[in-house]
């Protein structure tokens, strides 16, 4: 990827649309320009409307070029989203190099193996465990030993045929060289984690508006991952139901005013509100506010590591700790609950903490946990790289990119102008 242009990295939510425009530079890449926008059309993990969705997309890409202050192209995409369609498989890959005598194992050989696993149907990425070599030795590194016969061990990365089609589909008539998908739970990791916490063994859990996410890392690579539908949407209502005020305002009091270690709270402090119905100014007890956010939140976190404990089925798997990232990891006191459901050192988590430095520019959000997938997202691509599942094409009749499919031109000019005439319709209401 990243032979043309730029590379763009989209994470669509329930809640709103991330998305950052970067340049490979020598040392990694850095960020030019990043954007934030309501998302419309996604809920749950699913897409309800695709024509809003596809409007928060383009309204989010159009706010990266707005930023520009030379004009790049959007490049390779990189897209993914807050949904339960992922999942990973473990396999093995054996390649003989020569049925005689060891040979020297080259970086071909390798990249081969790698590429195989890769055609494999639905599979999004490939993450290489180790390799053994004829000899039973196990290495992470084969290139220039001596062996007869290569085995990998393999984690493939898969998404759902049709799921793949809806995310593709999206992006129909944007100027991309080409697009991978990606998967949320691993691009969350790899934008908090550090080598040494995914060596020892580490659990991450990325915490969204309407799901949980959470992701086991052993030996360097993941292992096991699962989604909880529950996120930060399931305290806010709560909120609001309680104490009767609207969902932007329990927001607020949720992120700003409540502390889920709520002991720590003073019994008279207080914060003033407005009441949903009446309309009217009231005081509410911040120590209950706080009560009402850690008694969902705490059944999040229980329902996380039930499942999770029951996927993983590893007695010998013992995790050094938890790092917990996403929107929801701004809730004060939330590390607390972590670590006493999970029964492990907790901390909460954003590309700053991560001891990466693979990615500059945007260092006002590299501490903010909402943003660890945009950086996650290069990380990845720097050290693995992505599997392409499909190129793009630019329709010589109306000079409007469009994704690679069976339609012919004027279906594809047909598309782009209907588009315009969307879009220009929009503003005008």
């Given at each position: 990827?990243a032979k043309?242009?730029?590379?763009?990295v989209v994470?669509i939510?329930?809640?709103n649309?991330?998305?950052?425009?970067?340049?490979?530079?020598?040392?990694?890449?850095?960020?030019?320009?990043?954007?934030?926008?309501?998302s419309?059309?996604?809920s749950g993990g699913?897409?309800?409307?695709?024509i809003?969705?596809?409007?928060s997309?383009g309204?989010?890409?159009?706010?990266l070029?707005?930023q520009?202050?030379?004009?790049?192209?959007?490049?390779?995409?990189?897209v993914?989203?807050?949904s339960?369609v992922f999942?990973?498989?473990?396999i093995?890959?054996?390649?003989?190099?020569?049925?005689?005598?060891?040979?020297?194992?080259?970086?071909?050989?390798?990249?081969t193996m790698?590429?195989?696993?890769?055609?494999r149907?639905?599979t999004?990425?490939v993450?290489?465990?180790?390799y053994?070599?004829?000899?039973?030795?196990?290495?992470i590194?084969?290139v220039?030993?001596?062996?007869?016969?290569?085995?990998?061990?393999m984690?493939?990365v898969?998404?759902?045929?049709?799921?793949q089609?809806e995310?593709?589909?999206?992006?129909?008539g944007?100027?991309?060289?080409?697009?991978?998908?990606a998967?949320?739970?691993?691009?969350?990791?790899?934008?908090?984690?550090?080598?040494?916490?995914?060596?020892r063994?580490?659990?991450?859990?990325?915490m969204g508006y309407?799901?949980?996410?959470?992701?086991s890392?052993?030996?360097?690579?993941?292992?096991e991952f699962?989604?909880?539908p529950?996120?930060?949407q399931?305290i806010?209502?709560?909120?609001a139901t309680?104490?009767?005020?609207?969902?932007?305002?329990a927001e607020r009091?949720l992120?700003?005013h409540s502390?889920?270690?709520y002991?720590?709270?003073?019994e008279?402090e207080?914060?003033?509100t407005?009441?949903?119905?009446?309309?009217?100014?009231?005081?509410i007890?911040k120590?209950?506010?706080?009560l009402?956010?850690?008694?969902r939140?705490?059944?999040?976190?229980?329902?996380?590591?039930r499942?999770f404990?029951?996927?993983?089925?590893?007695?010998?798997?013992n995790p050094?700790?938890?790092v917990?990232?996403?929107?929801?990891?701004?809730?004060?006191?939330?590390?607390?609950?972590?670590?006493s459901v999970?029964?492990i050192?907790?901390?909460?988590?954003?590309?700053?903490?991560?001891?990466?430095?693979?990615?500059?520019?945007a260092?006002d959000?590299?501490a903010v946990?909402?943003?660890?997938?945009?950086?996650g997202a290069?990380?990845?691509?720097?050290?693995?790289?992505?599997?392409?599942r499909k190129?793009?094409?630019?329709?010589?009749?109306?000079?409007?990119?469009?994704i690679?499919?069976d339609?012919?031109?004027?279906?594809?000019?047909?598309?782009?102008f209907?588009?315009?005439?969307?879009e220009?319709l929009k503003?005008?209401?």
């Amino acid at each position: 990827m990243a032979k043309t242009g730029g590379i763009t990295v989209v994470d669509i939510g329930t809640y709103n649309i991330k998305a950052a425009l970067g340049e490979k530079v020598s040392d990694g890449f850095k960020i030019l320009s990043y954007s934030t926008v309501k998302s419309n059309g996604f809920s749950g993990g699913k897409i309800v409307d695709v024509i809003g969705l596809r409007a928060s997309i383009g309204e989010a890409l159009g706010e990266l070029q707005s930023q520009m202050t030379k004009k790049i192209p959007f490049g390779d995409l990189i897209v993914t989203g807050s949904s339960n369609v992922f999942s990973m498989e473990r396999i093995k890959v054996e390649k003989t190099l020569s049925k005689d005598k060891a040979e020297p194992i080259k970086e071909s050989h390798v990249r081969t193996m790698r590429l195989e696993a890769g055609k494999r149907e639905n599979t999004i990425d490939v993450i290489v465990m180790n390799y053994t070599l004829d000899d039973g030795r196990v290495v992470i590194n084969p290139v220039s030993m001596m062996s007869t016969k290569i085995t990998a061990d393999m984690i493939l990365v898969k998404i759902d045929e049709m799921a793949q089609d809806e995310f593709f589909n999206l992006f129909e008539g944007y100027n991309f060289t080409s697009a991978s998908i990606a998967h949320p739970g691993i691009l969350a990791a790899e934008g908090v984690l550090n080598e040494n916490e995914k060596d020892r063994g580490i659990l991450c859990l990325e915490m969204g508006y309407a799901t949980t996410k959470i992701i086991s890392y052993e030996k360097g690579v993941p292992v096991e991952f699962q989604l909880i539908p529950l996120g930060v949407q399931n305290i806010v209502k709560d909120i609001a139901t309680v104490f009767k005020v609207s969902y932007s305002e329990a927001e607020r009091l949720l992120f700003y005013h409540s502390n889920l270690d709520y002991k720590s709270v003073k019994e008279d402090e207080t914060v003033e509100t407005t009441d949903f119905d009446a309309k009217t100014k009231k005081n509410i007890k911040k120590r209950s506010l706080s009560l009402t956010a850690y008694a969902r939140s705490q059944e999040i976190f229980s329902i996380a590591r039930r499942e999770f404990t029951r996927t993983l089925n590893k007695a010998s798997f013992n995790p050094v700790g938890l790092v917990i990232t996403g929107g929801g990891a701004s809730i004060p006191g939330i590390a607390g609950i972590g670590s006493s459901v999970f029964n492990i050192t907790a901390r909460t988590g954003a590309y700053a903490s991560s001891n990466n430095v693979i990615v500059n520019g945007a260092e006002d959000i590299m501490a903010v946990p909402a943003y660890t997938l945009l950086f996650g997202a290069f990380v990845h691509l720097f050290k693995h790289g992505f599997n392409v599942r499909k190129a793009f094409r630019v329709s010589p009749i109306s000079k409007t990119p469009a994704i690679s499919s069976d339609k012919n031109e004027n279906e594809n000019y047909e598309d782009g102008f209907l588009k315009k005439v969307w879009e220009f319709l929009k503003k005008l209401v």
